[in-house]
């Protein structure tokens, strides 16, 4: 249902556009120049030591009051090389660096996209989104400015060098970002040389490594692979190219080319309608709908809704399919299916599920081993593998938010206004403790069944061990409003409600630390990769705290 509430925000606010003429781009205007420059209660008293790595936190809504000028493109690129600098800072003990120069900030958020204001490449290396003009548009009925990001930079860390990815800066597009792989460590770009596109691959420095003719259609999720226009896979790692066999024209299937669907190892792809990519072993085809074939041996009709959503299961071999209840309707089957033998599974009708149901939304463990079926009264966990499932009347409207290894879930239930914890062997639901519906806190741990949150006045923070059930407690100084594991789960980066930033270690319960003073405006609370910083934007600079290793 939050998915249905959220398109009906969207198309009022796209009438009201409409409406008003509103949404149209700043114009130029003269380029100012940015200024430089168990189950017990403990309690822990702060102290004036910290060691600790914060992950994301949500970023306030960004608008600004009045349009920025729009610089002119071309001026742009040298611009950002002189304005952008890194100082040394003192934050509460630490020695901190900041990202100062540009005074307009940093990232945009529209309803289609998301441009984070940086993004942490290695434990050296940042890239950044700089705003450098605004627009008008509708966000949830208002007409509101965002942020227009034309040029990325990259800044090393130790030596504030910057060096800025090519991108057409004059493409009008909202946010020019660049792919990157973290595996390979490299930036992937796209540009127009010659009146050619190419695709280029750069070091973090901006050392050019390879250029390759053609343009993009997709990257893969990790960025080791590029799927090109012309139907030919290049992997970045061994060079290899891979001509895919989908130039098939004799099928009159709709074609939704923006949609890719990549395995987690990368090796096979998915699209609709229907093209399938296996790159071990050099297989691909596109189909018909009609080549689908079912456990009757029965073949699906060549016509109907395509399958064009969804996500890889039961170990990559299958791809099951997501309905949106407002673009398809009210769809009474649940397609599962496995594109290399054309296997097909309706999971609903397998796991007994009554066709006279309306079922409108589905959540998939990060497994991909179990689906919860969300029904008008009731709901339905399904097993993927045995289709095995269990009945849970009484529900209709609830948000799942799984553990990492997908063997628990909690349910945030809308219409009873109540959270409950879903064990998968047992298959039980358990009550948590009462909490705030509108402003639901609950964090799982990035690899076990521990659940962090707060308590309703945000004054304890509550860590209940998802396996024995067990909670314990811990009275904070003050309110606080976010909660952030760090990436090995070994402690809590927490942000009250003056954002200042706060760590705790885990299991221990140990060291309540502050790490910073309270600042103005903080958002984007981010960790190395190395987890020995933290990073965070505070107004429009941009904060790095080296807590690893550090003795204030």
């Not at 630390?513 to 405006?521: A, G, I, M, V």
Request: glycine share 4%; net charge negative; charged share 15%.
């Amino acid at each position: 249902m939050k998915f249905l509430f959220r398109w009906i925000v969207f198309l009022t606010s796209c009438l009201l556009l409409i409406a008003c003429e509103q949404s149209v781009n700043a114009t130029p205007s003269p380029i100012p120049s940015p200024s430089a420059t168990g189950t017990s209660t403990v309690t822990f008293v702060p102290s004036s030591t910290a060691t600790a790595a914060i992950e994301p936190t949500a970023r306030p809504p960004s608008i600004l009051p009045t349009l920025i000028p729009t610089f002119d493109p071309t001026l742009l690129p040298e611009l950002l090389k002189t304005a952008l600098s890194i100082q040394t800072v003192d934050l509460n003990g630490y020695n901190a660096r900041r990202i100062t120069g540009w005074d307009y900030g940093f990232g945009t958020v529209a309803w289609y996209v998301h441009c984070p204001g940086y993004i942490w490449l290695d434990s050296n290396h940042i890239l950044l989104h700089p705003i450098a003009g605004q627009i008008t548009q509708p966000i949830e009925m208002e007409m509101r400015t965002v942020g227009v990001v034309p040029q990325p930079v990259v800044i090393n860390l130790t030596s504030g060098a910057t060096w800025l990815p090519p991108v057409d800066t004059l493409s009008g597009a909202l946010c020019n970002s660049v792919h990157w792989s973290r595996d390979l460590n490299i930036l992937i770009t796209t540009q127009i040389q010659n009146e050619m596109p190419t695709v280029s691959t750069y070091t973090y420095e901006g050392n050019k490594l390879t250029t390759y003719q053609g343009e993009v259609m997709d990257v893969s999720p990790r960025g080791t692979k590029i799927l090109m226009t012309d139907n030919t896979v290049i992997d970045l790692q061994s060079n290899q190219k891979i001509q895919l066999n989908w130039r098939l024209e004799d099928y009159r299937e709709q074609y939704f080319p923006e949609n890719f669907f990549w395995t987690s190892d990368e090796t096979r792809i998915y699209k609709c309608c229907y093209f399938y990519a296996d790159l071990v072993t050099g297989t691909s085809h596109r189909f018909k709908r009609s080549d689908f074939q079912t456990v009757n041996t029965d073949h699906l009709k060549e016509k109907g809704l395509g399958f064009y959503r969804g996500q890889w299961v039961r170990d990559d071999t299958f791809f099951l399919v997501w309905w949106s209840y407002l673009d398809d309707g009210d769809i009474r089957y649940l397609p599962m299916f496995d594109p290399a033998k054309k296997v097909f599974y309706d999971v609903r009708a397998m796991a007994g599920i009554s066709p006279d149901l309306t079922c409108p939304e589905t959540s998939v463990s990060p497994n991909g081993e179990y689906v919860w079926i969300m029904c008008y009264e009731v709901d339905y966990l399904v097993n993927l593998f045995n289709f095995e499932t269990t009945a849970y009347p009484g529900y209709s409207q609830v948000e799942m938010n799984w553990s990492a290894d997908g063997q628990f879930a909690w349910i945030n239930d809308f219409l009873n206004d109540k959270a409950e914890l879903l064990s998968i062997s047992t298959k039980e639901l358990s009550t948590l403790s009462a909490y705030q519906v509108s402003e639901p806190s609950f964090q799982w741990h990035p690899t076990d069944g521990f659940l962090a949150s707060f308590s309703t006045d945000h004054r304890v923070l509550e860590l209940l061990n998802a396996k024995t059930m067990s909670t314990e407690e811990l009275a904070l100084p003050l309110s606080f409003l976010n909660l952030i594991w760090s990436p090995t789960g070994k402690k809590i980066a927490l942000v009250a409600e003056d954002s200042s930033l706060w760590q705790i270690d885990f299991p221990t319960l140990d060291n309540l630390e502050q790490l910073t003073t309270s600042l103005p405006n903080v958002y984007d609370v981010n960790w190395s990769p190395d987890g020995n910083s933290i990073v965070f934007v505070s107004e429009s600079d941009i904060y790095i705290i080296e807590v690893g290793n550090t003795t204030p």
